[in-house]
């Protein structure tokens, strides 16, 4: 599955890092791209969609 997030709380690389770790906490296997400029984080996960919304929120980053 393959989801596309915007997160307006990422704001620079280590905000897409931060991100990036914390869905991979989720899904080893998840491939993450994190874009500060537009905001968006597309994830191919076989997580669900509730579970990484909360991963992210709870590292700081709530999907809008
Ligand atoms: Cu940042």
Avoid at 28 to 52: F, G, H, R, Y
Wanted: proline residues 5%; negative net charge; aromatic residues 2%.
């Amino acid at each position: 599955m393959t989801l596309q997030l915007t997160v307006p709380s990422m704001s620079c690389s280590v905000c897409a890092s931060k991100i990036t770790k914390a869905l991979q906490a989720v899904d080893a296997n998840a491939s993450v791209q994190a874009d500060p400029t537009t905001k968006l984080v597309n994830v191919e996960t076989q997580a669900s969609e509730t579970a990484i919304k909360e991963a992210l929120a709870a590292a700081g980053y709530p999907v809008a």
